[in-house]
């Protein structure tokens, strides 16, 4: 039977995928969006939206022990993980129910529960969650499959209860002591959250130091805070072998510089980084290329090199934040609807690590900038020096920020504190308006706010000269 023909064809309901294939329908072409398993991708039911409910339920622990330091005394703080675990579920469920709702109220526009493939260049193979399958066709396909949890090749790993980003946040008791393998952003998110709600924790970080793409002196910091918060920090360490500890749990086998140990604990998370899903997709069928990680290849446009066909968002490596993929949304709305000619060139890439304090990145690090061999100035400042801070208790952390020695433009910075990501989108808006630093340091904040750090921040560098 001939395949069922569309306009455009979207694979995966994420945070690109989703708005694109609304956006589409409305602009009268007849679009399908295919979804294996959730609507609204890793962002509302494995990312950002659980997590960050979880990671303020670990903060309300955290102060309510601190309370005493504000003079408030409390009785004992305790931790009931199946309620944290089910006021996640809730607003997951929220979140995801509205982008379902959005999608299925969408005139053109049919969501496809199932697994795509490709047959050829432009045909797909639904095998639908249901039963069954369909065959379609679209001139334009648009890959939006996401990433998931990347496993490594640790010998025995494969039968210990290893967990991933996913699974832990389904537990509903409090390990008693959690190993974190890796330490990057989702290991570091993770490994405070459980030393808050009661763990014992140690991260395992193979390289010389946590966060491998920050600045030396922001990664010692940020390390400096897990240590103070009782997580234990191995660098320089790698894993040989997993295994069952002799009295249950988990046991793990490690080379650190001082020779090898053995590491046992209750529970094992694995964050060692993400894979893209694209193996069950047949590229090989329709002629699309991707790398030995299996990341989509695709240009400044987000075009593979198969004409009508794009890849969004975290299939295609790269930067794996949402607000990325939402604005590779962006750009295919501008280019595939209003013939624009947009592209991810030059685009500022800010993130936040919600650790606490956040820590707020956006533009080049020091270290980026003096590889590229630009002649910059460094202002950079205790968050002690914020007098918010100070009154609200919460003074850990450092401000960084790279200018350019000539034009005197910001050109990154990195914010390790109290709304350490908010503080970092005023960075970036000025970024974005080519303002000079010295703008920011006459500029009127409203008084005692975090945004007049800003003020204090810069005025280090005239004491530099």
């Known amino acids: ?38 609507v609204g991708g890793t962002c509302i039911n494995e990312g950002c939206t659980p997590t960050k409910t979880m990671v303020a339920s ?3 622990a955290y ?29 997951v469920d929220d979140f995801r129910g509205g982008s379902e709702r959005r999608l299925e109220g969408t005139a053109g526009l049919e969501l496809i529960r199932g697994e795509a493939r490709f047959t050829g260049p ?26 998931r949890p990347t496993i490594p090749p640790i010998p025995g790993l494969a039968d210990v209860p290893a967990l991933t980003s996913t699974s832990i946040m389904e537990l509903d008791t409090v390990p008693e002591h959690l ?12 490994g405070q959250m459980f030393r808050r709600f009661g763990s014992r924790v140690t991260i395992v970080q193979r390289g010389a130091q946590l966060l491998p793409r920050e600045d030396e002196d922001i990664a010692q910091a940020v390390t400096n805070i897990l240590r103070e918060d009782g997580i234990e920090v191995l660098l320089r360490t790698e894993s040989l072998r997993a295994r069952r500890g002799e009295m249950g749990g988990i046991a793990l086998d490690v080379r650190a510089p001082e020779g090898e140990r053995t590491l046992t604990g209750t529970h094992l998370l694995v964050a060692v980084g993400r894979t893209p899903n694209s193996g069950q997709l047949n590229l090989a069928a329709a002629g699309i290329q991707a790398d030995e990680r299996g990341a989509i290849q695709a240009n400044e446009r987000l075009e593979t090199n198969v004409p009508g066909i794009y890849a969004l968002g975290d299939v295609k490596g790269g930067p794996a934040f949402t607000h990325i993929s939402y604005d590779d949304y962006r750009i295919l709305r501008e280019n595939l609807i209003h013939g624009g000619h947009a592209t991810i060139t030059g685009r500022l890439v800010p993130y936040t690590l919600f650790i606490d304090p956040q820590l707020g990145v956006v533009g080049l690090t020091e270290r980026e900038a003096r590889a590229q061999g630009r002649s910059i100035r460094v202002a950079k400042m205790p968050m002690n020096y914020v007098a918010r801070a100070l009154e609200v208790d919460e003074s850990r952390g450092v401000m960084k920020a790279v200018v350019d020695a000539q034009t005197r433009e910001i050109l990154g910075c990195s914010v390790l504190g109290l709304e350490g990501g908010e503080i970092m989108a005023i ?33 280090s560098l005239d004491d530099q000269s």
């Not at 969650?129 to 939006?144: K, P, Q």
């Not at 703008?439 to 975090?450: G, M, S």
Request: glycine share 10%; net charge neutral; aromatic share 6%.
């Open 58 to 60: 670990a903060r309300v």
């Open 122 to 147: 432009k045909t797909l193979e639904v095998r639908l969650v249901a039963g069954g399958t369909r065959s379609l066709a679209a001139e334009t396909i648009l890959i939006n499959s996401g990433a």
């Open 179 to 190: 190993i974190v393998l890796g330490g990057g952003y989702v290991g570091l998110e993770f």
């Open 427 to 459: 960075f970036e808006v000025a970024m974005m308006g080519h303002l000079t630093y010295p703008v920011l340091r006459e500029a009127i904040f409203a008084h005692p706010t975090l945004a007049e750090s800003l003020n204090t921040l810069f005025a």
């Open 1 to 38: 039977m001939a395949p069922e023909q569309f306009d455009a064809i979207v694979i995966g309901a994420g945070q690109s995928g989703g708005p694109l294939a609304s956006a589409l329908a409305q602009a009268g072409r007849r679009t399908a969006i295919i979804e294996c398993e959730h």
């Open 63 to 91: 102060l309510a022990r601190r309370a005493a330091d504000y003079g408030v005394h409390t009785g004992p703080v305790t931790v009931n993980l199946a309620e944290v675990r089910q006021r996640k579920r809730a607003v």
